[in-house]
């Protein structure tokens, strides 16, 4: 029953990191505007973040450390602060878009405008992180998040032409109403979406608070190799209700509402109240995941005391970080802008970052200093120099075809 309950943190992470308001918002808009065509990029994103993932947990279950503080002490400290600024300030924007998503969600389950919401999502995200226990934030949303699985429920129900979307995703192809440079685009969306940094910032730091240890390493594979394919899964099923039934009709994903619109069509105001559910649990378990994110990662660097399981008194900074955080997350929302919009912007802005995070992780897990006869073998190697060049290629190609497309205009 106790590794039962371990796995609960990969479940997190899967419902809260891999489908969080950038993963709903962008496979819905994609499966709208492209059918299934773009469906093998979220399987390259799960096979990448279960790679670099297992990397993270293996090296804080076997150091004791966590993705910051080595990364500090292994490339040092300048090359360690601007991975440091850019990985913060994706996953700063990412806690921005959670937060809107949160309020969104509410706003559709209430009637009550999402601005009025903000502050209220703002101060909840802040209550938790410092008073709720790491096992409860981690069962709770985790669990709650399953409520997605409704996305799969209704493809069913839906009776579409399997043999169609099947056919789509084996053979993608751009659609004659589109061109290869929007194609383009939201690949890489879609490809940050699957990868964004704080996944690994949240499961190895989150390792370390649960103090893993190298009999831990079984558990940390399972949480990783059940945890994200799960989150793909429930990814490919959000994009093919949207191909299903908004494709046909020329709908375009603009809001949240619009997300959750197949659902509704499928299965009533039943299969609404548990889409309603799942994204409240998916974006508040993301916003709570961001919002450590960002306090680990600056705590880690600088050497400061952190962690949910340390008291408040003596890891003061780390739970100012985080306030300061959610209290800024919230100023940008009240200026009125689209968390949506927002959203969007932020999955762009994590393929940009994905090799100031990943590149330090490949380093350090190969080195025997830290890791001894846990280092990558070499089938871990192979694969993250595969996705080292395809986070590179991404990173590269992600403002040109933003600002060649309009972002994905």
Known sequence: MKRLFAVALGILTAIGGFVDIG?????????????????????????????FAEMSGRVAAVSGR?????????????????????????????????????????????????????????????????????AVLENVFGLAGLALVVFAVALWKLGPDWGGLASAAMHPSVP?????????????????AAMTPYEVFFF????????????????????????????????????AVAATV?????????????????????????????ALLGFFAATFGAACETGLSVGYSIAQYFG???????????????????VLSCIAAVGILLTTVDPVMVTEYSVVFSAIALPLTYLPILVVANDRTYMGRHVNGWLANSLGTVYLVLVVVASVAAIPLMVITGAGQ
Not at 250 to 258: A, D, P
């Open 66 to 134: 966590a993705t910051f503080d080595l990364v500090r002490e292994r490339l040092g400290p300048r090359a360690g602060l601007l991975n440091l600024v850019g990985s913060m300030a994706v996953t700063f924007l990412t806690l921005t878009a959670e937060i809107g998503g949160v309020a969104l969600a509410l706003e559709l389950a209430t009637s009550v405008s999402h601005l009025l919401w903000v502050p209220v999502v703002g101060v909840a995200v802040w209550l938790v992180l410092w008073r709720v226990k790491f």
């Open 246 to 274: 908004l494709l046909p009709r020329g709908i375009e994903v603009e809001t949240l509402g619009q997300v959750a619109l197949p659902v509704v069509v499928a299965g009533g105001k039943l299969a609404l109240a548990f």
């Open 23 to 51: 993963d709903l918002v962008t496979n819905a808009l994609v499966g709208a505007r492209f059918g299934m065509s773009l469906a093998w990029v979220v399987l390259v994103g799960v096979v990448g973040i279960c790679v």
């Open 204 to 239: 190895s730091s989150g390792g370390i608070e649960e103090h893993w240890t190298p009999r831990e390493l079984g558990t940390m594979r399972a949480n990783v190799f059940i945890g994200f394919p799960l989150g793909g899964l429930l990814s490919l099923s959000i994009a």
């Open 176 to 192: 004659v109403t589109e061109d290869w440079a929007v194609y383009a685009y939201y690949a890489v969306a879609l490809f940050g």
């Open 304 to 322: 400061w005391q952190w962690g949910k399981f340390v008291e408040p008194l003596r890891a003061a900074r780390f739970h100012v970080v985080v």
